[in-house]
């Protein structure tokens, strides 16, 4: 199998995924590049897809759209991709934030932070839908009293569940991983 390599915007994006991924796609070769914000990482990718000489090597970028226009973010994300020849490379755009795809799951930050009840306050407006919460970081740190993203990653990784993530821009990065996994798989 080849492996997956994840172009990160922040090491909170990488020790969420290095703790949650092996649980969704066992025995996948992940590989995590974590960047110093959105602009590292823009700047990085050509370089880095350019320079990268594996064979077999897949890439994903995942960065935050912090209020941008996710579709244009994409869309320049794929050409700086395609300008460096690995049109193939998955981009995925975190609705606003990182944690939005946390608060998508209510049930894990309840379980990670022992805050029994957090999960029943799913049935607010603002929770059914987190990719539209303009400030997740914030909200995130009213539901928990944690701001430190770091380990609030880590404790969460151990339980996040896709099947019941409410955030949409979740979905379809997992969607979307998990489909380049399996055509990785037919291809052997």
């Known amino acids: 199998m080849s492996k997956l390599v994840f172009l990160l915007e922040e090491k909170s ?5 290095e703790n949650m991924l092996p649980r969704i796609l066992p025995g996948v070769v ?14 990085s ?5 350019k320079a990268w ?8 970028v995942v960065r935050d759209n912090d209020g941008a226009d996710c ?15 690995r049109a193939d490379t998955l981009v995925r755009i975190v609705c ?24 029943a306050q799913g049935n607010k407006k603002k929770y059914r839908n987190p990719d539209s919460l303009n400030n997740g970081s914030e909200e ?28 949409h821009s979740f979905q379809v990065f997992i969607a ?6 399996e055509q990785d798989t037919l291809n052997l």
């Open 13 to 17: 994006m990488e020790i969420i995924l």
């Open 30 to 43: 992940c590989q995590f590049v974590s960047h110093e914000g959105k602009s590292d990482l823009d700047i």
């Open 45 to 49: 990718i050509p370089r880095k897809l």
């Open 53 to 60: 000489k594996d064979p077999g090597v897949r890439f994903i």
């Open 71 to 85: 579709k244009m973010v994409k869309k320049r994300l794929l050409e700086s991709c395609d300008s460096a020849g």
């Open 96 to 119: 606003q934030q990182l944690e939005c795809w946390y608060i998508g799951d209510l049930l894990a930050i309840e379980r990670a932070f022992n805050l029994p009840g957090l999960s």
């Open 140 to 167: 995130f740190k009213k539901l928990t009293g944690s701001a430190g993203k770091h380990s609030a990653a880590r404790k969460i990784a151990l339980h996040i569940a896709p099947e019941r993530n409410l955030s």
């Open 176 to 181: 979307g991983v998990k489909r380049i996994a």
